[in-house]
C-alpha cells in the first residue's frame, strides 16, 4: 500500500472520530482524557513518521504516585509462608491466600501488586509507603484475577513469588473498580505508557524479575526510594478520568466502542 493511500486512510479515520467527539464535547468535560488517547495512539503511534519515546520511570524507585488515592488500601494477599504451610498440609490452612479483604465478586476495575516486609502480628500497622508496587493490571473480574495470583501466581512466574516469600516479602494488592474493560484498560495503557512497572511487559518492556529480586534483596534500597509525588505525563488526566468515572459509568466506554472499527481491541 502506498504512502499518499495510508495517510489518506489515516486522516478519513481520525477526521471521524474527531468529528464523533466535537458533537459529544458539548455536553461533557472529559474530553481531554480521550483526546490524549487518540493523538497517542492513533496519530503518535500508528501514522506518524517520527516516534515520540516518553520517558519512562520505574515505579519500585518511588513511594507514590498522584493515582495512588484513588486506590482501595493496600491488603494482604500472601503471606511469606502461606504456600509452604499449605503445600506441607498445615492444620488450619486451607488455603493459599488471604481472601478476607477481596473486591466484590465480578468486579471490573484496576489492581496493584506490590510487596513489602511488616511484623509477623497481622493486626501489626504498616507504612503504605513501604510497599513496593510491581505490577499494574487490569480485569473485568478483579476478585477472581488476584485468587489466581494466590493459588499458583497466575500468568506471572511462580518463581517470581516464591523469591519474593523466600525474603521475607508480603504480597499486597490494591484495586480501583471501574464501569467497563473498556474503561480500566485504557487508564492502564496510559499509566503504563510512562511508569514502568518491573513484572509487567505489555507497553512496558521486558519483566524485570531478576533486577526486582537483587533491589528487594538491598537493605539500602527502601531508605533509597524517592519520597516525591511521580507525577509523570497524563497523570492528572487519569486522577480525573477515575474521578468522573463515577458520575457517568457509560461515557468512557460509548467512545471507546466508536473507535473499535479503527483497529482498537475489544
Not at 461533557?28 to 492513533?42: A, D, G, H, K
Amino acid at each position: 500500500m502506498s504512502y499518499f493511500l495510508l495517510s489518506k486512510m489515516a486522516k478519513l479515520k481520525i477526521n471521524y472520530i474527531r468529528h464523533t467527539i466535537s458533537i459529544m464535547q458539548k455536553s461533557t468535560t472529559t474530553m481531554p482524557v480521550i483526546s490524549q488517547l487518540l493523538n497517542n495512539r492513533l496519530i503518535g503511534m500508528e501514522f506518524s513518521s517520527v516516534a515520540v519515546v516518553p520517558t519512562m520511570f520505574k515505579r519500585e524507585d518511588y513511594k507514590r504516585t498522584k493515582h495512588d488515592a484513588l486506590f482501595s488500601k493496600w491488603q494482604i494477599l500472601i503471606r511469606p509462608n502461606d504456600w509452604k504451610d499449605f503445600n506441607n498440609g498445615k492444620e488450619g490452612v486451607i488455603r493459599r491466600y488471604r481472601h478476607e479483604d477481596l473486591p466484590p465478586i465480578c468486579s471490573t476495575g484496576l489492581y496493584e501488586l506490590g510487596v513489602a516486609v511488616i511484623g509477623q502480628d497481622l493486626g501489626q500497622k504498616f507504612d503504605p509507603d513501604n510497599v513496593v508496587p510491581i505490577y499494574l493490571g487490569e480485569s473485568v473480574d478483579v476478585r477472581s484475577r488476584l485468587q489466581d495470583y494466590g493459588r499458583c501466581g497466575g500468568h506471572l512466574p511462580a518463581s517470581l513469588f516464591e523469591d519474593i516469600s523466600l525474603n521475607g516479602f508480603y504480597i499486597f494488592f490494591r484495586y480501583a473498580l471501574m464501569g467497563s474493560k473498556w474503561e480500566a484498560a485504557a487508564i492502564e495503557g496510559m499509566i503504563l505508557s510512562t511508569i514502568d512497572y518491573a513484572c509487567n511487559t505489555r507497553n512496558n518492556g521486558r519483566r524485570r524479575q531478576l533486577e526486582l529480586v537483587e533491589k528487594l534483596g538491598d537493605r539500602e534500597f527502601m531508605s533509597k526510594r524517592k519520597s516525591q509525588v511521580l507525577v509523570p505525563l497524563l497523570q492528572d488526566q487519569v486522577v480525573t478520568r477515575i474521578k468522573e468515572e463515577k458520575k457517568n459509568k457509560n461515557f468512557l466506554t460509548s467512545i471507546l466502542k466508536l473507535m473499535r472499527p479503527f483497529g482498537f481491541p475489544e
